[in-house]
C-alpha cells in the first residue's frame, strides 16, 4: 500500500506550521508564555501549529477519514482569560494561511481555530488510520530559542506507516560539523514512509536526500543523544551505560525529535531515554521519529528489547525508557542497558 498522498499533504502541513513556529519564535514575548494543568509552557505557536496542521491534512486529503490524535486540546483557551491568546493564534493562523496563498479560503474566526483544535482528541488504537501530532515537540527548547519539532505521524492498524519531522533549528550539515558558517544554516525536513527510505531536504525546498544511520559498530566511536531536560531523561543513568559500553565522546544534549532526525543521517549513533519511573510516554512523542530511525535503517525499542507499541491509544506502554541505534550497535546496547538498570536497582552498599 502506497501512502504517497498522505506524505505529500503532511510535508505540505508540517512545512507551513513550520513557518508559524519560526515567526513566533524570531519574536517570543514572555506573554506568549501560559501555563497548563501540567505546567508544562504552551505558546501561541503550538496552537497555531496544531491548527494549521489539522487545516491542511483535511484540506489536502478531503476523500479520507480524518482522525487526528494531537497533544493540544482548546480547554485553557475557551477560558476568559485566553480571549487574547484565541486572537492572536487565529491572526497568525490567517496570516500564514495568507502568505503561503495555496489556499482560497475565508479567514477562519476564533470558533474555527476552537473547532480544529479540537479535531485532535482522537483516541488513536489498533484499528484504522489516525495521524498523530506533536504540533511543537521541545516547548522548553522553543521557548529557549534552541532545538524543537513540528512531528507528524500516521498510523494505520496500529503500526506507524509515515512519518514527517520538521526542524527549523537544526542545522542542514550535521551538528558536529567544525565549520560555522554550515552549522548557521538551518531548517530540516525530514520524511519517511514505510519501505520507501528515510529522506531530508531543507525546509525552504532542496531537493530531498535519503539519509541513512552511522554505520559504527564501535561504541568508542559513537556519540549519544539524549534530552536536554534532565527533568525528561536520567542523565547520570544514560552516563552510566555510556561508559559501560565504552562510549568517549560527551552526550549531545538537544531537545525534541531533532534527536531523531540527526541520528537518522548519522550525527550521532546512539539516543538515550530514562524519564523517572511512573511517567508515560505519549506516541507524538516518537511516532514520527520512530519511522524517521526505522527507515533510515536504525531501530528503536524500550529498554527490554521490546519494539515501541503505537495501537494502544494515546499512550505507549513500555519498560523502562526508549533506546535507538543501529542494528550492529543494538545488541550491545541492550545489554550495557540492562547491566545498568540491575546494578542502579541494587542497594548501594
Ligand atoms: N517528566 C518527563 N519525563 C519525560 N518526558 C517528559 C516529561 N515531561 C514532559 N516530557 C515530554 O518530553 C517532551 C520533550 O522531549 P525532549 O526532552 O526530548 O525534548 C515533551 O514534549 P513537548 O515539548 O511536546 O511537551 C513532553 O511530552
Ligand atoms: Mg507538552
Ligand atoms: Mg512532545
Ligand atoms: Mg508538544
Known amino acids: 500500500m502506497s501512502y504517497d498522498k498522505q506524505l505529500i499533504a503532511a510535508k505540505k502541513a508540517a512545512s507551513l506550521a513550520a513557518r508559524l513556529c519560526q515567526k513566533v519564535q524570531k519574536g517570543l514575548l514572555q506573554s506568549d508564555v501560559q501555563s497548563?494543568?501540567?505546567?508544562?509552557?504552551?505558546?501561541?505557536?503550538?496552537?497555531?501549529?496544531?491548527?494549521?496542521?489539522?487545516?491542511?491534512?483535511?484540506?489536502?486529503?478531503?476523500?479520507?477519514?480524518?482522525?487526528?490524535?494531537?497533544?493540544?486540546?482548546?480547554?485553557?483557551?475557551?477560558?476568559?482569560?485566553?480571549?487574547?491568546?484565541?486572537?492572536?493564534?487565529?491572526?497568525?493562523?490567517?496570516?500564514?494561511?495568507?502568505?503561503?496563498?495555496?489556499?482560497?479560503?475565508?479567514?477562519?474566526?476564533?470558533?474555527?481555530?476552537?473547532?480544529?483544535?479540537?479535531?485532535?482528541?482522537?483516541?488513536?488504537?489498533?484499528?484504522?488510520?489516525?495521524?498523530v501530532l506533536d504540533p511543537i515537540d521541545g516547548t522548553k527548547g522553543f521557548l529557549r530559542g534552541d532545538q524543537y519539532a513540528i512531528a507528524l505521524g500516521l498510523l494505520d492498524e496500529g503500526k506507524v506507516v509515515l512519518g514527517v519531522l520538521a526542524c527549523p533549528n537544526l542545522p542542514l550539515e550535521s551538528i558536529r560539523s567544525q565549520d560555522q558558517n554550515a552549522l548557521n544554516k538551518a531548517g530540516c525536513l525530514f520524511s519517511a514512509q514505510?519501505?520507501?527510505?528515510?529522506?531530508?531536504?531543507?525546509?525552504?525546498?532542496?531537493?530531498?536526500?535519503?539519509?541513512?544511520?552511522?554505520?559504527t559498530e564501535n561504541p568508542e566511536d559513537a556519540s549519544f543523544f539524549e534530552s536536554y531536560e534532565a527533568a525528561h531523561s536520567s542523565h547520570s543513568l544514560s552516563g552510566a551505560i555510556a561508559k559501560k559500553l565504552g562510549v568517549k565522546a560527551p552526550p549531545v544534549r538537544i531537545d525534541s525529535q531533532a534527536k531523531y532526525g540527526a541520528l537518522s543521517r548519522g550525527d550521532g549513533a546512539i539516543y538515550l531515554r530514562f524519564p523517572n519511573k511512573g511517567?508515560?510516554?505519549?506516541?507524538?512523542?516518537?511516532?514520527?521519529?520512530?519511522?524517521?530511525?526505522?527507515?533510515?535503517?536504525?531501530?528503536?525499542?524500550?529498554?527490554?528489547?521490546?519494539?515501541?507499541?503505537?495501537?494502544?491509544?494515546?499512550?505507549?506502554?513500555?519498560?523502562?525508557?526508549?533506546?535507538?541505534?543501529?542494528?550492529?550497535?543494538?545488541?550491545?546496547?541492550?545489554?550495557?542497558?540492562?547491566?545498568?538498570?540491575?546494578?542502579?536497582?541494587?542497594?548501594?552498599?
Open 279 to 349: 511517567y508515560r510516554e505519549k506516541i507524538w512523542d516518537h511516532a514520527a521519529g520512530y519511522i524517521v530511525i526505522a527507515e533510515a535503517g536504525g531501530v528503536a525499542s524500550d529498554a527490554g528489547g521490546k519494539p515501541l507499541d503505537f495501537s494502544k491509544g494515546r499512550y505507549l506502554d513500555l519498560d523502562t525508557g526508549i533506546i535507538v541505534t543501529n542494528q550492529k550497535l543494538m545488541p550491545a546496547l541492550l545489554k550495557a542497558v540492562q547491566d545498568s538498570l540491575k546494578e542502579q536497582a541494587l542497594p548501594s552498599l
Open 36 to 131: 497548563k494543568s501540567d505546567k508544562s509552557p504552551v505558546t501561541v505557536a503550538d496552537y497555531g501549529s496544531q491548527v494549521l496542521v489539522s487545516f491542511v491534512l483535511q484540506r489536502e486529503l478531503p476523500s479520507h477519514a480524518f482522525s487526528l490524535v494531537a497533544e493540544e486540546d482548546s480547554g485553557d483557551l475557551r477560558k476568559e482569560e485566553s480571549q487574547e491568546t484565541l486572537r492572536r493564534i487565529t491572526k497568525l493562523v490567517n496570516d500564514t494561511i495568507a502568505n503561503d496563498g495555496t489556499y482560497n479560503v475565508s479567514p477562519l474566526s476564533e470558533a474555527d481555530v476552537l473547532t480544529i483544535i479540537d479535531c485532535g482528541t482522537s483516541e488513536g488504537g489498533a484499528i484504522g488510520q489516525h495521524w
Open 194 to 215: 514505510l519501505s520507501c527510505g528515510t529522506y531530508m531536504e531543507s525546509l525552504e525546498g532542496s531537493p530531498p536526500v535519503k539519509v541513512h544511520v552511522s554505520d
